[in-house]
């Protein structure tokens, strides 16, 4: 499972587009930046979550 390793960083690229995506659409009173910046927030959460589940496994993988 070599690709588990760069999924965290699949959801640290979609953060940054969708908070640039955010700041593109601020001045636009018909866009909704709100749901970009809600969008970018739970995929950055996710590549911290991502990120310290994958340390976590390879601690276990290491003990045993």
Same mark, same amino acid.
């Given at each position: %499972?070599? @690709?588990?390793? @760069? +999924?965290? @960083? !699949?959801? !640290?690229?979609?953060? &940054?587009?969708?908070?640039?995506?955010?700041?593109?659409?601020?001045?636009?009173?018909?866009?909704?930046?709100? !749901?970009? &910046? &809600?969008?970018? +927030?739970?995929? !950055?959460?996710?590549?911290?979550?991502?990120?310290?589940?994958?340390?976590? %496994?390879? $601690?276990?993988? $290491? $003990?045993?």
């Amino acid at each position: %499972m070599s @690709y588990m390793k @760069y +999924t965290p @960083y !699949l959801y !640290l690229i979609f953060s &940054l587009y969708f908070f640039y995506d955010s700041i593109e659409k601020w001045n636009d009173p018909q866009a909704t930046p709100i !749901l970009s &910046l &809600l969008i970018g +927030t739970v995929a !950055l959460f996710m590549f911290f979550f991502r990120m310290h589940f994958a340390k976590k %496994m390879a $601690n276990r993988k $290491n $003990n045993s």
